[in-house]
C-alpha cells in the first residue's frame, strides 16, 4: 500500500503502482518534520525517564528494612499500571484542568491558574510525567527482582573491607543488574518513535499541536480523518524500519559493550 495509489474499491492488485512518490509527499509535508522531533524528543525523554525513575526507586526501597512499608510503596506504584490511559487520561485531565486539583493548590499558595492542558510550555512535561507515572511500577518491580538475586556474600565481604553503602551500590549493586538495565533500555530503544499514541490521543488538543504531535497521531489523521491510506502506509513503514534499525543499534551496542546477548 506505501508504494501504490491505493483505491479501496479497486484492492492491492488494481490500484496504481507509484513507487515512493508516497515518501517524498509525506516527507515534504511541513506537520511530518514536526511530529517527527516530537516523537524523538517525547520518546527519548519516556525512555530515559522510565529507567532512571524506577532504579532510583528500586534502590530505596531495597534499603528499607520494613516489610510492611516496602509492600505498601510497591503496590501504591504499581497500581496505575493496570489501569488505560482512557481511564488513566480522564485523572490526568481533572488534575491538570484550569480548575483541577493542581490550579487549586496554585491558587492557594497565592499563585495564578496555569492552564497546563493548552499550554505547550507545560503540555509535553505532562505527557512525559504522566507516562513515567503509569509505568514506574512495573519497572521498579523488574529492578527490585534483580536486586534480590545479587549474591548477598558480595555484600559481606565488601562490609568486611570497609566499604558502606555507597561503595557497595557502585562496585556491586549496579554491575549485577547492569543486564536487567541494558535489556530494558533495548526495549526502549525499540519502541523510540512510538511516544504513545494512546495517551496523546486522549490527551491531546490542537492547540498543544506543535509540542505533542507525533507519527502516531500524524498517521491518524493523514489516513484516518483524511482518507490518505497510502500516505500513512508509507509513514507508517517509515517509523518501523527506524525503529528496526534503532533495535539493531542497541543490541549491537550491548553486545559490545556488556556482552549482552538476547540468543
Not at 117 to 131: E, H, M, P, Y
Not at 175 to 194: A, D, K, R, S
Request: hydrophobic share 50%; glycine share 8%.
Amino acid at each position: 500500500m506505501a508504494f501504490q495509489e491505493f483505491k479501496p474499491f479497486l484492492g492491492f492488485g488494481g490500484s496504481e503502482w507509484v513507487g515512493f512518490e508516497q515518501f517524498k509527499y509525506v516527507f515534504s509535508l511541513p506537520s511530518f518534520g514536526i511530529a517527527f522531533r516530537n516523537t524523538f524528543i517525547i520518546a527519548f525523554f519516556k525512555i530515559i525517564l522510565n529507567i532512571l525513575v524506577p532504579l532510583s526507586l528500586s534502590l530505596l526501597l531495597n534499603e528499607v528494612t520494613s516489610n510492611g512499608l516496602k509492600r505498601t510503596v510497591q503496590t501504591t506504584i504499581f497500581i496505575p499500571f493496570f489501569f488505560s490511559w482512557a481511564i488513566l487520561g480522564g485523572i490526568v485531565i481533572e488534575i491538570f484542568s484550569y480548575d483541577g486539583v493542581i490550579n487549586n493548590a496554585i491558587m492557594a499558595l497565592g499563585g495564578d491558574q496555569i492552564p497546563f492542558l493548552v499550554s505547550n510550555s507545560w503540555f509535553r512535561q505532562i505527557v512525559v510525567g504522566t507516562d513515567v507515572w503509569k509505568g514506574m511500577g512495573y519497572n521498579t518491580v523488574l529492578f527490585l527482582a534483580a536486586i534480590t538475586n545479587v549474591d548477598p556474600t558480595l555484600y559481606e565481604a565488601a562490609m568486611v573491607d570497609g566499604a558502606g553503602k555507597w561503595k557497595q551500590l557502585l562496585h556491586i549493586t549496579l554491575p549485577c543488574i547492569t543486564p536487567m538495565i541494558v535489556l530494558l533500555t533495548i526495549l526502549g530503544l525499540g519502541g523510540i518513535l512510538n511516544a504513545g499514541f494512546e495517551q496523546i490521543f486522549i490527551l491531546y488538543n490542537p492547540i498543544v499541536e506543535k509540542t505533542v504531535d507525533i507519527i502516531d497521531t500524524f498517521v491518524y489523521r493523514l489516513g484516518i480523518v483524511s482518507t490518505q491510506y497510502s500516505a500513512a502506509a508509507a509513514a507508517g513503514l517509515f517509523k518501523s524500519v527506524v525503529s528496526m534499525v534503532f533495535v539493531g543499534a542497541s543490541y549491537w551496542v550491548a553486545y559490545k559493550t556488556t556482552d549482552y546477548r538476547v540468543f
